[in-house]
């Protein structure tokens, strides 16, 4: 059995203009959904590993954005939460496409062509993504995906 590493990508600054968030409350629920139901899975969160990004300076927030757009062309399979546009995301969701790595959106925006040309799976919202990963389909995907690849191939 293969296992598999986890990228979450998602909407965290959107538009807001101000120095504040969007909710990151699904971090949390697509990360239980995937430890739930993807034997041996390692899940990396950006917002977990830098909660008070918006406070590092320049340098410091530069070296993040960067390290976080490399491990997501390294990931398994990016999980990007787009219930609308986020430019960070797409960025990353770019670069895992380039390295040929399995990218999942949870959207409603499957008309964007951000997420429509980038996504190998697009799926409505958080209770689609919960019963896609439930019914073995998140993993079977992911198998059919890296078909023919050998175990080291994959994230370490």
Known sequence: ???????????????????????QDYRRLIREIIEK???????????ENH?????????KASQVFFD???????????VA???EASMGTAVEMFAAHNAGRAIVSVSPLG??????FLS?????????????AASGHLVEFLDEYYAGEDEESLTQ
């Open 51 to 59: 909660p008070n990004s918006l406070e590092y300076d320049d340098s």
């Open 37 to 47: 139901h993807v034997e041996g899975a390692r899940v990396y969160c950006p917002f």
């Open 68 to 78: 976080h757009i490399q491990m997501a062309a390294r990931t398994d399979c990016l």
């Open 81 to 83: 939460y787009l219930p």
């Open 1 to 23: 059995m293969r296992h598999y590493a986890f990228f979450l990508a998602g909407i965290i600054q959107g538009s807001i203009t101000q120095r504040s968030t969007h909710s």
């Open 120 to 132: 190998d799976r697009v799926l409505g919202d958080l209770g689609a993504f919960g019963e896609f």
């Open 111 to 116: 008309g964007n062509w951000t997420v429509r």
